[in-house]
C-alpha cells in the first residue's frame, strides 16, 4: 500500500457524460500528479498541482480539468466523454516535486467510456 | 517537451539468465530516471532510480546505467527469477521543472521457469 488513495475504482460510464476521479495523496507530500494509462499510448503525464497550485500540464485535453484543494486532495474532472478516453488514471503523489522524490503511485481509476 | 523511447517491447528469458532494457530521452535538461514495474492490475512501484550526477547504481539483483553523452539508460536484472515477471517502465524527469515523469512506452518481461 503506497498511501496514495484513490476513488472510485472502476468507472462505467456513456460517451458525452463527465465524471470526477477523486485522489488523496499521502500523508505530507504536497505535490499530486495526474497520469494516463491505455494500451496504445502507455503512461503520460496529464498535471501536476504543488499545494495548490498548478505546476506543470502535459497531455492533457481541454475536456479535461483538475484541481487540487486545500486539504490537499486532488480531482481530476473528465467531461464530453468519448470512447477513447476509456483508459487507466492514476494519481501520484510526492514529498514536493522539487527533489528527487519518489512518486507513490495510487491504485489508479479504471474509466470504460460505452 | 521530452520523449522517451524503450525496447523491447516484450522479453522473455529463462530463468536465471539476464534481462537488459534500453531506454532513450530526448531533453538534455532531464536529470532524474526512475524505473518502474507494473504488475499486473497493480500500481507501478519504484524499483530503482538514477539521478544525473551518477553512471551506474546496484541494488542487489537490478543496477542501472546511464550515459548522459548519448542520453540512454539501461536497467539490468541478473539472476532473472519467475516474480521479475512484470511490465517495466524507464521515465525521464527534470527536477528543475516539476519532476514530472515522461515515461517509456514499457517492456513485459516473462521469465520462463
Known amino acids: 500500500d503506497s498511501g496514495v488513495t484513490q476513488t472510485p475504482k472502476h468507472l462505467i460510464t456513456a460517451t458525452g457524460q463527465r465524471v470526477t476521479l477523486r485522489c488523496s495523496p499521502r500523508?505530507?507530500?504536497?505535490?499530486v500528479y495526474w497520469y494516463q494509462q491505455s494500451l496504445d499510448q502507455g503512461l503520460q503525464f496529464l498535471i501536476q498541482?504543488?499545494?495548490?497550485?498548478?505546476?506543470a500540464k502535459g497531455n492533457i485535453l481541454e475536456r479535461f480539468s483538475a484541481q487540487q484543494f486545500p486539504d490537499l486532495h486532488s480531482e481530476l474532472n473528465l467531461s464530453s466523454l468519448e470512447l477513447g478516453d476509456s483508459a487507466l488514471y492514476f494519481c501520484a503523489s510526492s514529498a514536493d516535486g522539487l527533489a528527487y522524490d519518489e512518486q507513490y503511485f495510487g491504485p489508479g481509476t479504471r474509466l470504460t467510456v460505452t | 517537451g521530452e520523449n522517451v523511447e524503450q525496447h523491447p517491447s516484450t522479453l522473455s528469458v529463462q530463468e536465471g539468465d539476464s534481462a537488459v532494457i534500453k531506454c532513450t530521452y530526448s531533453?538534455?535538461?532531464?536529470?532524474?530516471f526512475p524505473w518502474y514495474k507494473q504488475e499486473l492490475g497493480k500500481r507501478p512501484q519504484l524499483i530503482i532510480d538514477i539521478r544525473s550526477n551518477v553512471g551506474e547504481k546496484k541494488d542487489q539483483r537490478i543496477a542501472v546505467t546511464l550515459n548522459k553523452t548519448a542520453k540512454h539508460f539501461s536497467l539490468h536484472i541478473t539472476e532473472t527469477q519467475p516474480e521479475d515477471s512484470a511490465v517495466y517502465f524507464c521515465?525521464?524527469?527534470?527536477?528543475?521543472?516539476?519532476?514530472?515523469?515522461?515515461f517509456g512506452t514499457g517492456t513485459s518481461l516473462t521469465v520462463i521457469p
Open positions: 521515465a525521464a524527469s527534470s527536477v528543475d521543472t516539476g519532476n514530472q515523469f515522461y
Open positions: 531533453d538534455s535538461a532531464s536529470n532524474y
Open positions: 498541482y504543488y499545494n495548490g497550485e498548478e505546476r
Open positions: 500523508s505530507g507530500d504536497l505535490s
